[in-house]
Each structure stands twice: as structure tokens, then as C-alpha cells.
């Protein structure tokens, strides 16, 4: 029996998608097994298709808040993932930039480093 509401799984589905790239997304779906199934399920139904699939606030915006939040928690893998779906969503490179920037001032200039050092893998590989 499954643990989560399918329509807000697929919600969540296309929304991560076109966030992250369908082919990240169906890589990781394909690696889950027995154990890790049902989080990526309810995760994808959760974050993306509940969090992300409300419309009050667009991706744009959203990718924007999750930097600030993932830069402060100082979660540089999911940090550096975010990074290139908030590029996926239109957010620029300067304002990429001030949101570093902000990080820096509320959670110290070490954590924005770590930032900035995962921005510009991120954004060298778009050059």
C-alpha cells in the first residue's frame, strides 16, 4: 500500500523535474530500492508537489529562498543541486550573487565561502 497521495506525487514529479532536470531526477528514482523508495516518494510528494507545486510564490522566488535557507544550514551538496535549478529557473548570476551576500551577514563569511566556492562549480560548468 502506498504512503503518499499519487496526484500530489506526480504534482511533486514535474515540479522537481523542471527544477532539477528530468535527468537527475529519474536517475535518482531509479537508483532508490527497498529502503530508500519511500522517501524519494514522499519527499517528491512533500517538498515538490506540496512545498513547491503551491503557487503563492513562484519558482523563481522560491529557488531564491532555498538558497538562503540551504546556504544557512550550510548543506553544501543540496546547496550546490539548488544552485543549478534556481539557474533552471531564472535566477541570475548577480542575484545569486546578494543572496551569498546575505548569508554572509546573518550566518558569517566562512558559511558564505562555502557558497561561493559551490557557485562557481556550478557556474563554470554553465560557461
Known amino acids: 500500500m502506498s504512503t503518499f497521495d499519487e496526484d500530489l506525487f506526480l504534482k511533486g514529479l514535474e515540479q522537481r523535474k523542471a527544477t532539477l532536470g528530468a535527468g537527475y531526477v529519474e536517475k535518482n528514482l531509479a537508483a532508490a ?6 522517501f524519494q516518494e514522499a519527499m517528491t510528494a512533500w517538498c515538490w508537489g506540496f512545498g513547491w507545486g503551491d503557487e503563492t510564490i513562484d519558482a523563481k ?29 531564472g535566477v541570475s548570476r548577480a542575484e545569486i550573487r546578494a543572496i551569498i551576500h546575505v548569508v554572509g551577514i546573518y550566518c558569517g563569511v566562512p558559511q558564505a565561502l562555502e557558497c561561493f566556492r559551490a557557485a562557481r562549480k556550478v557556474l563554470d560548468e554553465q560557461d
Open 33 to 38: 530500492d527497498d529502503f530508500t523508495r519511500p
Open 61 to 89: 522566488t522560491r529557488s531564491m529562498m532555498n538558497l538562503a535557507m540551504i546556504g544557512a544550514l550550510g548543506k553544501m551538496h543540496e546547496w550546490e543541486l539548488h544552485c543549478r535549478g534556481a539557474l533552471n529557473n
